[in-house]
């Protein structure tokens, strides 16, 4: 078996293509091929291999011929596509046998989500969903920390996440609800519902959701009050409409310490009853494929899996069902 891991990039867009300039320098790492439906979009990833000094890879105009000509030379694939594509992308992947790094969210609709943690066990691969928050060393260890008893028990949640969303993809697929499959709660938003759920330590039992467009066909302010099953309570407000960077806070109220962290985990404060307050920041976590190989390798803990991106799935379908309904109550059911 050969010590350079191989991998094929699906969607050469803006997200993989700043991924790929750390991925290029990283050693015993060599991306082998790319896909995408787009020519030009081919032609700058494949010069931006070239000016980094590594060998052009083997271009595919889609997916399928990829895998069709290229899977038996490909230890795993890097999937970002537009949301709509994602699920039926991963589901190939992983039925022709390969490992996947997925970007967020996993699928658009429940019923994918569920097929894809099907394909997932049919042939054992290894799927992770590219969260940097699920990802992120601090939140592993808030996790832990907080399902040893450390902090007490979780009365509350409460996430706030804005960016100046609405304005930043005006006209692009994102705001496209046939391909975006939601809009800022459900893209940008992703990453905080993400976060609270992995340390939530409990499924979603009830949800209600308010969601307003700002005259875009997607929703741009979204708020959720929510339970959790174990009974404590949820609050998310996503805000895609003002003129800030992208940002979040996302705090943890337990009967021993409050913590608080951001969606991607780049941050964390635990703050004790004395007032003490441990403050620790980690910024490599903006590279997720260190985090991806050391999964595959069971190194580490797969607190992103397809499975996590199912729950996920479910708690965006209950949002939309609420807010649909003038935020009358939802139940979650996980069976």
């Known amino acids: 078996m050969s010590d350079t891991f191989r991998m094929a990039i699906v969607g050469t867009g ?6 790929a300039k750390s991925w290029l320098r990283m050693p015993n790492v060599s991306i ?3 896909a995408d439906v787009n020519s030009a979009a081919r032609d700058r990833f494949e010069e931006l291999c070239v000016q980094a000094g590594c060998a052009k890879p083997r271009m595919f105009a889609n997916i399928e011929s990829l895998l069709q000509n290229f899977s038996m030379g490909l230890d795993a694939v890097y999937l970002s596509t537009p949301h709509k594509f994602h699920a039926e992308g991963a589901i ?5 046998g390969l490992d996947l790094l997925l970007e967020k969210p996993m699928a658009v609709t429940v019923d994918e989500a569920r097929d894809l943690v099907k394909a997932r066990k049919r042939t054992n691969s290894t799927v992770v969903v590219a969260y940097q928050g699920g990802l992120s060393p601090l939140v ?4 832990d920390r907080a399902a040893a008893g450390e902090f007490g028990e979780l009365l509350s949640i409460s996430g706030t996440i804005w960016e100046n969303w609405a304005k930043k993809y005006s006209g692009q697929w994102k705001q496209d609800p046939e391909i ?3 809009g800022f709660m459900f893209d940008t938003g992703a990453h905080m519902m993400n976060t609270a759920c992995m340390l939530a330590g409990s499924e979603f039992d009830r949800v209600s959701a308010f969601t307003d467009h700002r005259s875009r066909p997607v929703e741009v302010v979204g708020v959720v009050a929510a339970r959790l099953e174990r009974g404590a309570l949820v ?3 996503a805000v895609g409409d003002v003129p800030f960077r992208c940002a979040s806070h996302i705090s943890l109220f337990y009967t021993k310490a409050s913590v608080h962290v951001d ?3 780049q941050w964390r404060e635990v703050v004790l009853p004395d007032g003490t307050i441990d403050r620790d920041e980690k910024k490599e976590i903006d590279n997720p494929l260190p985090t991806f190989m050391a ?4 190194r580490v803990q797969n607190h992103s899996s397809a499975e996590h991106g199912l729950r996920l799935a479910m708690l965006w379908d209950a949002i939309k069902s609420s807010a649909e309904r003038g935020g009358a109550p939802v139940s979650i059911s996980n069976k």
């Open 14 to 19: 803006l997200q993989a293509a700043e991924y």
């Open 32 to 34: 082998v091929a790319a």
């Open 92 to 96: 190939a992947v992983v039925d022709a």
């Open 140 to 143: 592993r260890e808030v996790r």
């Open 180 to 182: 975006s499959g939601g």
């Open 235 to 237: 609050t998310f407000n």
């Open 263 to 265: 969606a991607w985990g």
């Open 295 to 298: 999964i595959r390798d069971g």
